[in-house]
């Protein structure tokens, strides 16, 4: 048999650990949990649905069947608030842990789902405000045309 460690006695087993209180006392801590700030996310797709290529409902309910909370899709609760201010822009309000890339991620999803993803870019102008713009594209094909 193998001598006994610093940390048990000569007639433990190994089964309690240094800060047990014995057969069945329990040592508990206590947690200070600290609330979370409610955080605001913006996406503002004013560009495409005035041209009548976006559809921000459709984009509000893909928002809500995909989030994840604790892993799980469809577990919003009161923890995550997805609501659209005004016609074109969708406002995301999280009381728990929230990433602003994830929004980003599921952003780029949804247009590569729609088949928008070769036109359209989510480009972050301020702090948790995202925004939908068109690819600048330089037509050169013109200019050689003319000549």
Do not use: C
């Amino acid at each position: 048999m193998a001598p006994a460690t610093k940390n048990m006695k000569s007639g433990a087993k190994g089964t309690g650990s240094a800060g047990s209180k014995g057969k069945g006392g329990k040592v508990t801590k206590k947690l200070k949990l600290t609330p979370i700030k409610p955080t605001q996310f913006i996406i503002n797709a004013s560009q495409p649905a005035s041209d009548k290529i976006f559809d921000v409902a459709a984009f509000e309910k893909f928002l809500h069947d995909k989030i994840k909370v604790d892993n799980r899709t469809g577990n919003l609760g009161d923890t995550v608030q997805i609501s659209k201010v005004g016609d074109d822009k969708i406002e995301v309000v999280a009381h728990t842990q929230f990433s602003g890339r994830y929004l980003k991620y599921l952003t780029k999803k949804f247009l590569k789902k729609q088949q928008l993803r070769d036109w359209l870019r989510v480009v972050s102008t301020s702090q948790g405000v995202y925004e939908l713009r068109f690819f600048n594209v330089v037509n050169d094909e013109a200019d050689d045309d003319d000549e």
